[in-house]
């Protein structure tokens, strides 16, 4: 995949994770009711619209601008004024461009939904896991001895030792799944890369002049690494929280899939591949698995084209 | 109604399987589980019958709380063991009738049982009172781990044998019906030599002697139980052997289903048994069964919570639930709607009651007379302060309610109700509901037999410590009134009263009652569904 | 690495192994949730299920507790499951061998298969090659449970071929080899598939690398053969970092992966690790943890020593680093 191209399916997605609602909402983008005209609804929730479909405001409102997929994730067979006598989840057609889950929801709107809750959780993951290893591997680098020792076996099993075990226990632990629960454990699992990077980089950087310097000045040991050793680890670390954003889509879907991540009914692709499993041999349902995989895949190998990209970027900067 | 959801169901599948071809295809009776009547054949002996249980057993006694499987008992002791009498299959919610009790006499506060002669064991010991006393015994022994039948048992202060053919038992007040019942139909006959000794560790728990027209061979875990028929029993069996296959995941059962590897295949899941309406092989080969046991699901309101104090805000919850979106897209049409704590079919339900159709107007109307407004306009009603909203409690591994929730939560949040799941695995489930620590949950009860005494789950004294979760206390007179009804009629009248005030009430959105789904091979004969199960003594097999 | 860094990492073990255990200990008993009330069929007597937990010891202090499972560890004696008594031993004993078998297969296809691609890739510049590393990269970001669900739907399902079974490892317990390796077939293709394509890559940057050195390029211009040349000094570069990432996997290996087992209904460690987790089954629980600590811990070590087997240049005593 070239650079371009994983960059522009990165920011692809952020823009679909932003605008969701724009494209697949049970509201309209502008709707004229009882002479009140609303804008945006979606965002702006106003209470005239409570309880409101676009389904059901076709013929009561007096124009209405829809949305690109008239349905929300959140929509099921109940109000999308889908009658049909089987049961769901229905296959791709004129109605649901991508078919509909178990319980009639459009998966073209989970899909652009769920990549608001996906990118949400990344980013949340990447922060916790860049901060906390930042932290670690600076200290193990700048101390030395007996803390580095430790942290460095910790660094080592953390990265060897089977993480879903640990994320299971410690989702249970949490009292049960939610938004700051997977990201809490998540973010925990994923910082021995980082740590790794920053120590390399304060152990490198310990015993320049300048450091040395700034510590014969009398300097505090955190803010020599805040103003000096931290900024030169940057690059690394940018790296890694790249290549850490499709680890942690990864992971993230995996624990949806086991019904361990985020909470019902809030979209998520991985939630939508536990689906898919379900109804694998009654009805087949292959829109449930072909397309959540395929943003999975998208966003993961983006991340990974864009991380090589800057770590060849890096390297060729360190190299002058 | 059920052949168009059959015919529009065919087309979803286009293209994967070649249309079956007109004409040749299942009838109505099969389409709807109805058992059709088996005349005119003759029965033979010999063959094996095998049979699938999705669930295996840590240990088999009928007793034992350790070993305790609600339903899945039949299968595996059900034809082992036999108890004092048994449930009649034509009339499940009757009278009981004689088993290894020929007759017995209820006084003010005795109960004496006629045993039948000539009953033996299957380690060659006779059966006699001593039998019966020790059985009981060890029942009520405090140290056993067998509460769960001690506490049906009542109030028994002793078992005496009058003659090796004449046991009585007495009480040491008037025993309830439920009581009775118990012990004569749950109590099974176990050699007292086996009972002996230490209990904990006694071998009949892992090895069952029993009387039944079956004896115990051989147990492989992960695999199956052999049974063997007892050559000389006075009632005996028609086949040589029972195989039960233990096989959990349902999706491995239905493929070994299909390979023909089981003559009775019990618990399809819904979708399959729709699924297989477009299967020749089904239709062709198998008889399908349909039966609703005393199973149902509800919901539970957590009623010390501020929000659901209000009846008519449960009532307005009621009409908010779904029902027909959620039988056409989770229950496939399979599930019918019930609003009675008891067996569906029996005489203790009063068929006046209707249940609350969905209707989301009045639903609306019924929340605002109660006062529930949404002041400021956020979607969410609230009243002197406190949000209409509630947290449901979902245990992860229920795909079911995976489903049912977000559809419930949607009519919610179209009337103003804010409702949120709150996912928790297994273990906290049931801990939590105990504790009370919950607003909203959702369970089911089941009772392998007809009659279930709903004392136990709906009186206030059970809230601690018992099953009544949601800690309701508006029928507790009526409960002990039912408890001490001695007459069947009287008994009758006042469980109708109970699901009145039930309904009245609406502690439980009662939802579905649940129904087994079983198929058995066109070969095999004898097989009756109903709520007793089958009599496998009296299933016999066609070459 | 010296000999006297091993004996240090050696050092390292017995108190790894003890944090790991004592960690997923205290974590998973403050975990909410009782064991013992799992169903609604089970006894709603209070006394009954305080009675059953004092005989688990479910009632002791957390330290206590942690010690008397040290004490029977030493022993070898891993207690009993919560949920139906059996042995923690014999349920491990039955669930690891199943993921040894799928996780061990697939290891040893992709490290074959990675070998094989790795070198065919590093000496080809045409389309072909071309086509097929672009292939391994995507291979290496796609999620393994949706290839798997991908597979089944295809090779399992009436939709797709029926070629292959949808569950399971065996159709019953008394099947034959043939009907086993069918069963395999699909989930080891699905667990191999990502090692694959990260292992290939880096064989094909060892092997392309070692190539390019001089003697190579000197002993190629004498005419000697390619493919000894490949075997006896390529080849050996190539498989320091193979051996590296082998020795990562080995953890995962017998950990198995919850979600390809889920997915293909295999009761392997995975899936046991995750339902004795929703039950609060502790003794499984940590009898699961103790394996995967002994296994990721002995491969870190075993790992090490390959490496200075492997590495001539670490064979001279006292040197170092």
């Given at each position: 995949m070239k650079l371009k191209l994983a960059l522009a399916v990165l920011a692809g997605w952020l823009v679909l994770a932003l605008l969701a609602e724009p494209i697949a909402s049970e509201l309209p983008i502008a709707v004229r009711l009882d002479g009140t005209t609303h804008l945006l609804p979606f965002w702006t929730r106003p209470a005239a619209l409570h309880g409101q479909t676009q389904q059901s405001l076709a013929n009561r409102a007096e124009w209405?601008?829809?949305?690109?997929?008239?349905?929300?994730?959140?929509?099921?067979?109940?109000?999308?004024?889908?009658?049909?006598?089987?049961?769901?989840?229905?296959?791709?057609?004129?109605?649901?461009?991508?078919?509909?889950?178990?319980?009639?929801?459009?998966?073209?709107?989970?899909?652009?939904?769920?990549?608001?809750?996906?990118?949400?959780?990344?980013?949340?993951?990447?922060?916790?896991?860049?901060?906390?290893?930042?932290?670690?591997?600076?200290?193990?680098?700048?101390?030395?001895?007996?803390?580095?020792?430790?942290?460095?076996?910790?660094?080592?099993?953390?990265?060897?030792?089977?993480?879903?075990?640990?994320?299971?226990?410690?989702?249970?632990?949490?009292?049960?799944?939610?938004?700051?629960?997977?990201?809490?454990?998540?973010?925990?699992?994923?910082?021995?890369?980082?740590?790794?990077?920053?120590?390399?980089?304060?152990?490198?950087?310990?015993?320049?002049?300048?450091?040395?310097?700034?510590?014969?000045?009398?300097?505090?040991?955190?803010?020599?690494?805040?103003?000096?050793?931290?900024?030169?680890?940057?690059?690394?670390?940018?790296?890694?929280?790249?290549?850490?954003?499709?680890?942690?889509?990864?992971?993230?879907?995996?624990?949806?899939?086991?019904?361990?991540?985020?909470?019902?009914?809030?979209?998520?692709?991985?939630?939508?591949?536990?689906?898919?499993?379900?109804?694998?041999?009654?009805?087949?349902?292959?829109?449930?698995?072909?397309?959540?995989?395929?943003?999975i895949a998208s966003v993961v190998l983006a991340s990974q084209v864009v991380g090589a990209a800057l770590e060849g970027i890096r390297r060729g900067a360190s190299k002058g | 109604m059920l052949l168009v959801v059959v015919a529009s169901t065919s087309c979803s599948r286009c293209g994967a399987r070649a249309v079956p071809d007109a004409g040749a295809g299942p009838d109505r009776a099969w389409l709807e589980g109805r058992p059709t009547p088996e005349l005119g054949l003759v029965s033979r002996t010999g063959g094996t019958l095998t049979l699938r249980a999705a669930v295996e057993p840590t240990g088999f006694s009928r007793i034992d709380d350790r070993f305790a499987e609600g339903t899945m008992a039949r299968y595996t002791t059900g034809t082992i063991y036999e108890t004092l009498a048994r449930v009649d299959p034509s009339k499940p919610d009757g009278a009981l009738l004689p088993w290894l009790a020929r007759s017995w006499a209820l006084t003010d506060r005795s109960l004496t049982l006629e045993l039948l002669h000539d009953v033996g064991f299957h380690d060659g010991s006779a059966f006699d009172a001593a039998d019966v006393r020790a059985t009981v015994a060890a029942v009520l022994e405090a140290k056993n781990p067998t509460v769960g039948l001690r506490a049906a048992l009542g109030p028994i202060s002793e078992v005496v044998v009058e003659t090796p053919d004449r046991v009585v038992v007495r009480y040491s007040r008037g025993p309830s019906p439920f009581e009775v019942r118990a012990l004569l139909g749950g109590v099974p006959a176990m050699p007292s030599e086996a009972l002996a000794g230490p209990y904990d560790v006694a071998p009949i728990h892992q090895h069952p002697i029993g009387t039944g027209?079956?004896?115990?061979?051989?147990?492989?875990?992960?695999?199956?139980?052999?049974?063997?028929?007892?050559?000389?029993?006075?009632?005996?069996?028609?086949?040589?052997?029972?195989?039960?296959?233990?096989?959990?995941?349902?999706?491995?059962?239905?493929?070994?289903?299909?390979?023909?590897?089981?003559?009775?295949?019990?618990?399809?899941?819904?979708?399959?048994?729709?699924?297989?309406?477009?299967?020749?092989?089904?239709?062709?080969?198998?008889?399908?069964?349909?039966?609703?046991?005393?199973?149902?699901?509800?919901?539970?309101?957590?009623?010390?919570?501020?929000?659901?104090?209000?009846?008519?805000?449960?009532?307005?919850?009621?009409?908010?639930?779904?029902?027909?979106?959620?039988?056409?897209?989770?229950?496939?049409?399979?599930?019918?709607?019930?609003?009675?704590?008891?067996?569906?079919?029996?005489?203790?339900?009063?068929?006046?009651?209707?249940?609350?159709?969905?209707?989301?107007?009045?639903?609306?109307?019924?929340?605002?007379?109660a006062g529930w407004k949404d002041a400021d306009g956020d979607g969410v009603r609230e009243q002197g302060g406190v949000r209409l909203e509630f947290a449901f409690l979902m245990p992860t591994t229920s795909a079911r309610l995976g489903k049912v929730l977000p559809l419930f939560q949607e009519q919610l949040k179209n009337a103003g109700v804010s409702m949120t799941m709150e996912p928790v695995d297994g273990a906290q489930l049931m801990s939590r509901m105990r504790a009370h620590d919950f607003d909203a949950a959702a369970l089911s009860w089941s009772s392998p037999d007809a009659l279930s005494d709903q004392w136990e789950i709906f009186h206030s004294s059970q809230a601690e410590g018992g099953k009544n979760y949601v800690q309701y206390a508006g029928a507790d007179e009526l409960l002990d009134r039912i408890r001490t009804a001695s007459e069947p009629a009287e008994r009758k009248r006042l469980e109708r009263e109970l699901h009145r005030r039930l309904f009245a009430d609406q502690p439980y959105l009662f939802l579905t009652a649940r129904p087994a789904l079983d198929a058995v091979k066109n070969r095999v004969h004898g097989l009756t569904p109903s709520l007793a199960w089958y009599e496998l003594a009296k299933g016999w097999v066609d070459p | 690495m010296t000999r006297r860094l091993l004996l240090t990492r050696l050092g390292w073990l017995l108190p790894s192994f003890l944090v790991i255990t004592a960690v997923t200990f205290a974590v998973a008993h403050l975990a909410p949730g009782d064991p013992l009330q799992l169903s609604e069929d089970s006894v709603t007597n209070q006394a009954v299920i305080e009675d059953a937990r004092r005989q688990l010891e479910l009632d002791r202090p957390l330290l206590h507790r942690y010690g008397i499972w040290l004490g029977r560890l030493v022993r070898f004696d891993?207690?009993?499951?919560?949920?139906?008594?059996?042995?923690?031993?014999?349920?491990?004993?039955?669930?690891?061998?199943?993921?040894?078998?799928?996780?061990?297969?697939?290891?040893?296809?992709?490290?074959?298969?990675?070998?094989?691609?790795?070198?065919?890739?590093?000496?080809?510049?045409?389309?072909?090659?071309?086509?097929?590393?672009?292939?391994?990269?995507?291979?290496?970001?796609?999620?393994?449970?949706?290839?798997?669900?991908?597979?089944?739907?295809?090779?399992?399902?009436?939709?797709?071929?029926?070629?292959?079974?949808?569950?399971?490892?065996?159709?019953?317990?008394?099947?034959?080899?043939?009907?086993?390796?069918?069963?395999?077939?699909?989930?080891?293709?699905?667990?191999?598939?990502?090692?694959?394509?990260?292992?290939?890559?880096?064989?094909?940057?060892?092997?392309?690398?070692?190539?390019?050195?001089?003697?190579?390029?000197?002993?190629?211009?004498?005419?000697?053969?390619?493919?000894?040349?490949?075997?006896?000094?390529?080849?050996?570069?190539?498989?320091?970092?193979?051996?590296?990432?082998?020795?990562?996997?080995?953890?995962?290996?017998?950990?198995?992966?919850?979600?390809?087992?889920?997915?293909?209904?295999?009761?392997?460690?995975?899936?046991?690790?995750?339902?004795?987790?929703?039950?609060?089954?502790?003794?499984?629980?940590?009898?699961?943890?103790?394996?995967m600590a002994a296994v990721t811990l002995g491969s870190m070590f075993l790992t090490d020593l390959a490496a200075v087997v492997a590495d001539p240049r670490a064979r001279l005593p006292g040197s170092d680093r």
């Open positions: 209405m601008i829809g949305t690109l997929v008239p349905y929300g994730p959140l929509q099921t067979l109940a109000t999308t004024g889908v009658d049909r006598s089987d049961a769901p989840p229905y296959a791709p057609d004129g109605r649901h461009w991508l078919g509909t889950d178990e319980i009639g929801r459009d998966v073209f709107a989970r899909l652009v939904h769920g990549s608001r809750m996906t990118l949400l959780i990344a980013l949340g993951v990447v922060l916790l896991s860049s901060l906390l290893g930042t932290f670690l591997g600076a200290l193990a680098g700048w101390q030395g001895g007996l803390v580095d020792a430790v942290i460095s076996r910790a660094l080592e099993l953390a990265s060897t030792f089977p993480t879903v075990f640990f994320l299971i226990v410690l989702v249970a632990a949490l009292r049960g799944p939610s938004l700051l629960a997977v990201i809490f454990v998540l973010g925990t699992t994923r910082w021995p890369e980082t740590a790794r990077l920053m120590r390399a980089e304060v152990l490198r950087l310990r015993d320049r002049d300048f450091v040395v310097a700034a510590r014969a000045m009398g300097a505090s040991r955190w803010w020599i690494m805040r103003r000096h050793l931290v900024p030169n680890a940057i690059g690394p670390v940018l790296v890694s929280s790249t290549f850490a954003v499709g680890s942690a889509v990864l992971m993230e879907s995996a624990l949806s899939f086991l019904g361990l991540g985020v909470v019902p009914p809030a979209a998520s692709w991985g939630e939508l591949l536990q689906q898919a499993h379900r109804s694998l041999v009654t009805p087949g349902a292959w829109w449930l698995a072909v397309f959540p995989g395929l943003a | 027209p079956f004896r115990f061979v051989r147990f492989t875990p992960g695999d199956r139980l052999i049974l063997e028929r007892v050559a000389n029993h006075r009632a005996p069996a028609l086949v040589d052997a029972i195989h039960v296959r233990f096989v959990k995941d349902d999706t491995i059962a239905a493929q070994l289903w299909e390979k023909g590897e089981f003559d009775l295949m019990t618990r399809i899941p819904p979708a399959h048994w729709r699924a297989i309406e477009h299967e020749p092989w089904a239709w062709k080969n198998y008889r399908r069964f349909r039966i609703d046991e005393n199973a149902y699901a509800w919901i539970g309101w957590n009623l010390k919570r501020p929000v659901f104090a209000d009846v008519r805000v449960r009532r307005a919850l009621a009409m908010l639930y779904p029902a027909e979106v959620i039988s056409k897209a989770v229950e496939l049409g399979l599930e019918r709607r019930t609003t009675c704590p008891f067996w569906i079919d029996s005489d203790s339900c009063d068929p006046e009651v209707r249940p609350i159709p969905f209707d989301p107007a009045r639903a609306k109307a019924l929340l605002d007379e | 891993l207690g009993a499951s919560v949920t139906d008594r059996r042995p923690v031993l014999d349920k491990i004993g039955e669930a690891l061998p199943r993921t040894v078998v799928v996780s061990g297969l697939a290891l040893l296809l992709a490290v074959a298969a990675s070998i094989a691609l790795g070198t065919f890739l590093a000496r080809r510049t045409d389309r072909l090659s071309g086509a097929l590393s672009a292939s391994l990269a995507l291979a290496s970001g796609v999620p393994s449970f949706w290839v798997a669900v991908l597979l089944l739907l295809v090779f399992a399902t009436p939709r797709g071929v029926e070629w292959f079974p949808l569950q399971g490892l065996a159709s019953s317990p008394e099947a034959g080899l043939f009907d086993r390796l069918w069963h395999l077939v699909l989930p080891v293709a699905c667990l191999a598939l990502p090692t694959t394509a990260m292992l290939a890559r880096y064989v094909r940057e060892g092997v392309a690398a070692a190539l390019e050195q001089d003697f190579i390029v000197a002993a190629r211009s004498r005419g000697l053969d390619e493919r000894r040349l490949l075997l006896r000094h390529a080849l050996p570069n190539a498989l320091v970092p193979v051996i590296t990432i082998v020795g990562l996997q080995l953890p995962h290996v017998f950990a198995g992966s919850v979600v390809i087992e889920r997915v293909f209904g295999i009761q392997g460690m995975g899936l046991l690790a995750y339902e004795s987790i929703g039950t609060r089954d502790y003794p499984v629980v940590m009898g699961v943890s103790v394996v």
